[in-house]
Structure formats: structure tokens, C-alpha cells
């Protein structure tokens, strides 16, 4: 397979993994599937130099990741006090 196919392959699955993961009803599978598709998107915009699509993803990713360790550190605090 050409490298250009295979980057034109990337962009396309970053395209249905950010629309799919905005069809989740459940936030840790929607912002799990949505920073997948960011991370994608980071290659893609790397790779064809598209830079601000590139930055734009990355800076969503970390969006993502942020609020996904928040929500596991929620989750965490609830079992200790429900043990507690």
C-alpha cells in the first residue's frame, strides 16, 4: 500500500471515530472514542503538515484525557467512601 493511501486511510478513520464517538450516550466511551479519533487526526495533520489541524486535535485529546481522569477519579472517591 502507497504511504499516501495509507495517510488518506488515517484521516478517514480519525473522520468515522470522532463521528461515532459523538453518537455514544455514555461520556467515558464518547471522550475514550473521541480522543482516539483526535490522536488520528494529530498523525493525519502531522503527517500532510496541516498544522492546525494537527494542534486543534492534540489540544482536544488533552481535553479528553483531562475530564477521563477526572471522571476515574470520581468513580475512585465514590467506592472509597461507599467502603468507608
Known sequence: MEVSN???LI???ASLMVAISLMMKDIVW???L???GCTLFVIYGTYISAWPVAGMNAF???INIYHL???ARSK???NVAKNA
Do not use: D
Request: hydrophobic share 45%; proline share 0%; glycine share 4%.
Open 60 to 62: 482536544v485529546a488533552c
Open 6 to 8: 495509507t495517510i488518506e
Open 76 to 78: 475512585s472517591q465514590l
Open 30 to 32: 464518547l471522550r475514550t
Open 34 to 36: 473521541n480522543f482516539a
Open 69 to 71: 481522569i477526572k471522571i
Open 11 to 13: 484521516g478517514y478513520s
